[in-house]
């Protein structure tokens, strides 16, 4: 059973940052890529990072683009979403997921994930 546990969410102003960190446990958490994705209320469930499971390879949506970095750290079984100069339109629930494997064509896809977390809210002041 693969759990993964969100935090580092908050409220922030615009401009400022926040890291956000999601502990995996259950599986041998370097053999699997994760991703973050983001869902605003009454909106789809957005793709925002990815990242393989040595970490050689990022995805990122155009919208987070040189702003946000994902890494992560597989002697801690966590990855990390460093989210900077944050945006209004950046509120949402965070959500982590693990994906058995990923590719430039199916990083974006909900469906292309196995397990996710319950999410950390993140909220932005203008």
């Known amino acids: 059973q693969v759990q993964l546990v969100e935090s580092g969410g908050g409220l922030v102003q615009a401009g400022g940052s926040l890291r956000l960190s999601c502990a995996a446990s259950?599986?041998?958490?370097?053999?699997?890529?994760m991703g973050w994705f983001r869902q605003a209320p009454g909106k789809e469930r957005d793709f925002v990072a990815a990242i393989s499971w040595s970490g050689g390879s990022r995805y990122y949506a155009d919208s987070v683009k040189g702003r946000f970095t994902i890494s992560r750290d597989n002697a801690k079984n966590t990855v990390y979403l460093q989210m900077n100069s944050l945006k209004f339109e950046d509120t949402a629930v965070y959500l982590c997921?693990?994906?058995?494997?990923?590719?430039?064509?199916?990083?974006?896809?909900?469906?292309?994930?196995?397990?996710w977390g319950q999410g950390t809210q993140v909220t932005v002041s203008s």
């Open positions: 259950g599986r041998t958490f370097s053999s699997y890529a």
């Open positions: 997921a693990l994906a058995g494997g990923i590719s430039r064509a199916t990083v974006t896809l909900v469906g292309s994930y196995d397990y």
